[in-house]
């Protein structure tokens, strides 16, 4: 492979991983989030800062970035579980401009001018670039997924599934929404931490305007296309909409519109996605991508 697809299937690997913190958010909790690239965009930026100012290595700074992420994530998710619908939706998405407006005009965070300088990641003395950082990225995905499966076998993803499709049912059945509603979000927003500080260490610069508003919207048509609340879905969603700009190149700079067109045409005639039951997929391979909705 060229130096050119294999940073592509890099950012394909990153922009999985991110789709499947939404999954666990969209498609397992059933709760609506449209402001995901915010805590993608706070994972990355925690990085940075831990590498470039506290100098720590990528490997020691990983968990304090998931871990502030995820606390941040259970934090801003707490008034948000008061909120359904329209109103959560609306709620997600002013999260999102807040966090980036942060990122933006505060000085400390670099401003507009972004933070520079970020290290590259070694292991055992061995930089990571080009095929190595891409081996790298597809195991914290497979790491991603198998945390993704547990999480559907276990009580709290029973929960979810339950709170997913009677919220009320489940509540009068003795199941909390919010404590399972928050756990969903936690686990959600800590692997779109993991997905921000891998795209740090490969941008190695990263500024505000990379985790706006339309970053969440293309994370949300990955989900759709490749099946809401599939284990594999957004796997799917990411390698087909991170693929498609660049093997049509003359459409790169319409590719909020394509991605807007795309989650509008499978609301309408696949909402269930392509892996989801009834999908156009799962009825060529019977059984498979749906694991999350049983």
């Known amino acids: 492979m060229g130096e050119y697809t294999i940073t592509i299937l890099i950012f394909i690997a990153i922009q999985a991983i991110v789709s499947c913190g939404l999954n666990v958010i969209v498609g397992y909790a059933g709760q609506i989030s449209l402001g995901h690239a915010a805590f993608f965009g706070i994972g990355a930026y925690a990085s940075a800062l831990l590498t470039t100012r506290a100098g720590l ?20 998710g707490m008034p948000s579980l008061r909120l359904r619908e329209d109103f959560l939706a609306v709620t997600t998405i002013g999260i999102n401009f807040i966090v980036e407006s942060v990122f933006l005009y505060v000085p400390f965070f670099g401003g ?82 993991l997905g921000g500080a891998l795209y740090a260490h490969q941008m190695r610069f990263i500024s505000a305007t990379d985790f706006g508003f339309p970053l969440s919207i293309m994370m949300m048509s990955m989900v759709v296309l490749g099946g809401i609340g599939t284990l594999w879905g957004p796997v799917l969603g990411a390698l087909i909409l991170g693929a498609l700009p660049e093997i049509f190149r003359p459409l790169v700079d319409y590719r909020m519109l394509l991605n807007a067109a795309v989650l509008l045409m499978m609301i309408r005639f696949q909402p269930e996605g392509l892996l989801g039951e009834g999908g156009l997929l799962r009825r060529i391979l019977p059984g498979r991508g749906g694991e999350g909705r049983g």
Do not use: D
């Open 57 to 76: 290595t990528f490997w020691a700074a990983l968990p304090l970035v998931v871990l502030i992420t995820a606390s941040i994530g259970m934090v801003l």
């Open 112 to 193: 507009a001018l972004g933070i520079g300088g970020i290290p590259s990641v070694y292991l055992f003395g061995t930089r990571l670039k080009g095929v190595l950082f891409l081996y790298m990225c597809l195991a914290f995905l497979a790491a991603t997924l198998a945390i993704s499966w547990r999480f559907t076998r276990s009580w709290a993803g029973l929960a979810c599934f339950a709170l997913r499709e009677e919220e009320t049912a489940a509540s009068s059945a003795g199941v909390s929404p919010v404590r399972f509603k928050l756990t969903a979000f936690v686990i959600g927003t800590a692997m779109a931490g």
